[in-house]
Every structure is written in C-alpha cells, then in structure tokens.
C-alpha cells in the first residue's frame, strides 16, 4: 500500500452547499427545507474525517489549491429513520429521526478544481477573498449553531442543486509530482511502502478504512428554549475511505446514542459541559469527535519494499532440521530466537518433507512422509586414555548427525503426533496404522486394520486432520478421524471404543481437555465434567457391539445371554439394566428392541431378571421373513407381527446393547447360551 506522500486521492467526504446572511457564510440547511433549490457555488463546505476529527491547523490544510474534485454519488430518497440502533445505512438524521439516504448513483465527474480552502476553527471568522465564513448562529434568529468542524473550499463549480440533493461525496484527489519516486520499476523498488495482507476475503494493515463517518452539522442553541417545535439538527452519516479508524471513535456521537448517558441525541453539542435552557437541563460528558491517534498509527516496526530487480526468492527447505544459539541463564537477549547460518541439518529428502518434530526422551524425532529419523543434539562420546581418565569426543556442533529409525513408517499428519506417559502416537497414512515410538523402537497398534481403511476420509479442510488428544484420567488416546472419534486404551495399547463426538481441535491445558464444536464456535467445552453420554449439551447412547463366535465352524443356536451390570449416579437403580437390544447374523436380524424387567409379567420387549448381581435374559428371535425376497437387505425387511419367528441360528452372533442413561454404567463379563447343531 502507498505512503502518504504517494497518494492521489487526499481525503473523501461530503461537499455541501452554503448560505449567508447578514453578510456570513455558513452551510445550507438540507434542501428538503427549501422551496427553491439551492445551488452549489464557487464556495462550498467540505466534511471529511481527516480534517475534522484529525485536527488540521490553519496553515496546516490537508487540501490544497489545485486538488481536484471528482464527485461519486448523490443524496437523494427521503425515508424514516426509525432508532439509532437500528442505523445500518447512511444518510443524515434531521428534526424527529428522519434520515435521507444516498442514492446509489457514481458519476465519477470531475467538478472543479479547488482554488483556495481554510479549516473553521471554534470563536472565529474565517475569511476566504471577500467572503466571511461564521462558524456560531446562524442567521439573524439564531435557534440554532453550525458546527465549528467543518472546511471551505473555492471552486469554479456552479450547479443548480435538483430536488432532494443536497450533498455530494466526492474524492479530493490530487496530482502527485514524481509519485513512486519515478515511472520505472528500478525507481519503484527502492520506495517505502505500508504492509497490507488478505487472507480469505479480509483485507489486514494497509493505508485506509473503509467506515461510516457520523458528523453533526446542525445543533441546538442553549440560548433559546428548547421545545418540540424548536428542535432542529442535522447528523450526516456517509461511507467513505479514510486513514482514520471510525470504529474507535472515543466520543459519543449520534450513532452512538446508546452509549450516551444522557440518553438523549438530539440535544449534543459540540463541547462538554452542562446546558440549560431554563427548565430543560442537559450535561455531556465528552467533546464531540474524539479520537486516540495511536489508533491509525502506522507500524513502522517493519519497513516494507517491493523485490528488487535482481531478487532471488528464497527456496524453501523441507526436510532442514535448524538450530538456535545455546541458553544461558540471565542472559539479555533470548538465545532462542537466533538461528545462526550455518546452524542447520539437511535430512534425506527421498522421504518427503518434515511434518513434525518431538522430543522423545532425550531424543529429537523428525516424521517424514515414509521414515522416522532421530537427530543427535551435541552429541559426545567418552573415551578411555592411559592415565584412567575419559576424554570427550565431539564435533563441536549443535546438531551433529541423524540416524534413521525407519525407512518404512512415517507420518504426514502433523496433528496426529501426542505425546504419553508411555511414548509418542502417531497416525501412518502410507501403512494406515497408528503406531507408538518409544524411545527408539515402534509398534503398531492392533485390532483397528479395518477402521482405518474403511473409515470416511472426508475431512472439512478448515480442521486440523487427523488429530487428537491424551486423556490421563482415563489413560487413553481419543483421535478423530473426519467425523469418526476412536479410543486408545494405552496402558494394553488396544482400541476400546467408538465416541460419538468430534471436535475440529482438541486443546490440552495441564490435565484438562477443552474443545470446540463446529456449529457453536462461541462455546468451549471442558471434557470430562457434568453427565455421563453427554457431549456438547447433547445427551447420545452408549452401546456395547460384540461378535459371538466360539467355535466358527460349527453351527449353533443362539438361547440367552447372562450378565453383570452396575449403575453408579444420582438416577442409579438396583435393577436399572441396558434400555435396548439388537442382534443380527448373515441372515438374521432382531430389530432395535426394548428391554422390560421381569416384575409385572410384562408382555412387551426382552424381558431381563435379577439374582443377586446377574441379569439374564433371552436373545430375541428373527423379525426377518425368510421367505421373501429381500435382496440380502436384512435390516429394512423386518415383520415383528410374525407368529412363531426363529430363533438366532448361525455359526456366529453379532450382539448390541443399548445404554441411554445419565449414569456411569459398566459391564465385566457376558456369558451366552447356545447350543450346537449337527447336520
């Protein structure tokens, strides 16, 4: 973006038409007001951030003769404005919250060239030729005040204004000798320019704004009474670019109402102070446009130049492990952020790029694509000599060589990398294992093969991939793998259960684990905590999938299943047990059934019984007609209303029970009833 003295367009504001009266210069009231259509002339008022609120001094004007003025769009299409907090348009405010809102209409016309301009100061006349311009009353009854904020300038422009006009917004713009430092790219390249950045739409640094300006042109004279019938002022709010940050405005001005602690809009002044027109009392806490410069000032912590002729990009290196100077305590300068030249280790690049770098032991790992090697840090040897001494060998480099681990394992997910008590997991996309490295040695781990290659591998790209998170209080590793969450029983190092969460980032804070949900970005929940099976204020059903298959070879008649089942919590029951039951073969399905304790004699659902601390219950029979045609679709071909329905027969038995209680609830054993077939 371009310096201030690079710049063509100066400013952007509002031109405005005058009056006089008892020979003074001031701005026109709004041409609604007017029977005849008032004209622009060779002298109009010029309302524009950079001036009012970035307090141009006199002889100090921001414009200057032979600026030029280009207008851009019209004030036109009278309507209501109904509250302040509902202003979201521009326009200006006038008499009992009406509004008239620019017309959409860009001309791009140059309209003269500026002759002569000054900046009205408080308690003064200011005076352009022959012309005086009055920044207090206005006219002979003076009911009301001009702001004092406000610029002159003289042109040759002269049009009559049309019905409902009464503004123009125009570019001040401006001729700028030997811009760029000259025309060729050579002179361009040694020119100082302001850092500006877009990132996904969003415009970050740069030169200007782009922001509302809320301007109070018209007030109230505290010299006369203050009835409904007197009320009279004009706020303009009009969009324009501006090297001033509106937003952090710190007075309160009329679109900020809210924030006034008088409550009461339409009776700011320019001043703070207290107001009284004898029976109406007003008091303002602050001075109309203020601003804190330090927010548009411009980081000249980095100074920005375009490349130079003779620039070589810098490459990138993917696989360079690089090195930063030793720490030493008490020191000055942080040793940590200097990285020497010459201070860095190339890997093999044959195994593709680093992904990420961990500590594990007293070891640097890098992961690769296909390998995972270690890289030695001040690496020493000790030797014997013949006095029974050690002598130390060394190279005298931070980082003296790398050894390879594996030339076969590696990782291209740098968010799958977690450290544990036991090792470091990671998550092998080449292979589709995780695996777990532990000090120098790797293993797998099992039980999982078929997850990983089947499981959904759509991922939204804003998210961090495969990623995950270590949880002591239950020891165990969580991935989540698109929207699918696995856990990891680290102690035996076996895959134990599905989640029904996901989360786009896990965060680790010391033994807590927060995380985010992705329809509710405002809201950070602590794992954990509250009620069991509920996960994002969302209450879901815990299950239990078993494959029953003793003796694969044989065929067999699945009769009941006995069982242990304990319910800890508030709500817990002494006979409280799963909610439902399905079981399923390869040609064979029960449907989702409740479960029913056996009390009452009930005749509906899977009836279970209590004896001391067992549960027992019959494995349901097929709801499936086995003699129609169902395409092998077993689970949407159900018929419950089937007399004499079969019993489970084949040579294994997939089990689900269903869980949807607020309890912390678990099982130890389960132990099924069947019986062979001979054939």
Wanted: aromatic letters at 14%.
């Amino acid at each position: 973006m371009r310096e201030q003295n690079d710049r063509t367009i100066v400013t952007q504001g509002l031109l405005i038409p005058n009056d006089s009266e008892d020979g003074y210069e001031y701005p026109l009231v709004l041409p609604a007001h007017y029977v005849s259509a008032p004209q622009f002339t060779s002298k109009n008022y010029v309302i524009s951030p950079e001036e009012i609120i970035g307090n141009i001094q006199g002889g100090d004007q921001l414009i200057g003769n032979n600026d030029t003025l280009r207008s851009l769009c019209k004030m036109s299409t009278r309507t209501k404005f109904l509250s302040t907090s509902t202003f979201g348009y521009a326009g200006f405010a006038i008499h009992k919250h009406s509004v008239t809102k620019f017309s959409i209409f860009s001309s791009g016309d140059a309209i003269g060239t500026i002759l002569d301009s000054a900046v009205m100061k408080a308690n003064t006349i200011t005076t352009i030729g022959s012309s005086q311009f009055r920044n207090g009353y206005v006219g002979t009854q003076p009911i009301h005040k001009c702001s004092t904020k406000s610029g002159i300038v003289t042109t040759g422009f002269s049009e009559t204004v049309q019905e409902g006009i009464g503004a123009l917004l125009v570019n001040i713009e401006r001729n700028v000798q030997n811009q760029y430092g000259g025309n060729s790219y050579d002179a361009r390249t040694s020119r100082e320019y302001i850092d500006c950045v877009q990132s996904n739409g969003a415009v970050f640094g740069g030169d200007t704004y782009i922001s509302i300006f809320d301007y109070l042109s018209r007030y109230l004279n505290t010299d006369f009474s203050w009835s409904v019938d007197n009320y009279m002022f004009e706020n303009y709010f009009f969009p324009c670019e501006t090297t001033i940050n509106l937003a952090y405005r710190t007075d309160y001005s009329y679109g900020k109402s809210k924030g006034n602690p008088t409550g009461n809009p339409v009776r700011l002044q320019e001043l703070a102070g207290f107001y009284t027109d004898g029976s109406i009392s007003y008091t303002q806490d602050k001075d109309l446009f203020l601003f804190n410069t330090v927010y548009k000032k411009e980081n000249d912590v980095r100074t920005m130049f375009p490349k130079p002729l003779t620039y070589t990009g810098i490459k990138k290196y993917d696989t360079r492990v690089l090195a930063s100077e030793r720490k030493v305590l008490n020191e000055e300068t942080d040793s940590w952020t200097v990285f020497l030249p010459q201070n860095y280790l190339d890997l093999d690049t044959t195994f593709g790029p680093i992904n990420a770098c961990v500590n594990e032991g007293n070891n640097a790992v890098c992961f690769q694509d296909k390998a995972i090697s270690v890289v030695s840090i001040d690496d020493r040897s000790l030797i014997q000599d013949n006095n029974t001494s050690q002598l130390v060998l060394g190279t005298g480099a931070v980082l003296a060589r790398y050894d390879y681990v594996s030339t076969m394992i590696g990782c291209k997910h740098k968010w799958s990398t977690i450290k544990s008590p036991v090792g470091t997991f990671f998550y092998d996309k080449m292979n589709d294992t995780i695996n777990i490295l532990s000090s120098t040695s790797i293993s797998s781990i099992n039980g999982i093969r078929s997850f990983l290659l089947n499981r959904d591998d759509n991922v939204n790209p804003h998210d961090l991939g495969v990623h995950g998170y270590y949880n002591h209080f239950n020891r165990e590793l969580v991935y989540s793998f698109g929207i699918s969450t696995l856990s990891i029983n680290v102690p035996t190092l076996t895959a134990q259960c599905f989640y029904g969460f996901y989360s786009p980032q896990y965060i680790r804070v010391n033994d807590k684990v927060y995380s985010v949900k992705r329809s509710d970005s405002d809201s950070l929940y602590e794992h954990n905590i509250g009620e069991y099976n509920t996960f994002y204020g969302r209450a879901l059903t815990s299950s239990i999938r078993m494959c029953i298959n003793k003796d694969y070879s044989m065929t067999k008649t699945f009769d009941s299943c006995m069982c242990d089942f304990e319910e800890k919590g508030e709500s817990a029951l002494l006979k409280g047990f799963f909610t439902k039951i399905k079981a399923w073969n390869s040609y064979q399905y029960t449907s989702l059934l409740n479960f029913t304790f056996n009390e009452t004699l009930a005749t509906e659902g899977i009836l279970y019984t209590k004896k001391q601390k067992s549960f027992s219950f019959f494995i349901p029979r097929n709801a499936v007609n086995l003699n129609a045609d169902i395409d092998g679709d077993i689970f949407n071909n159900t018929d419950l209303s089937r007399r004499y329905r079969e019993r489970m027969k084949d040579k294994f038995l997939v089990l689900e029970l269903q869980y949807n209680g607020a309890n912390k609830a678990s099982m130890r054993y389960l132990i099924t009833n069947f019986r062979y077939i001979y054939e």
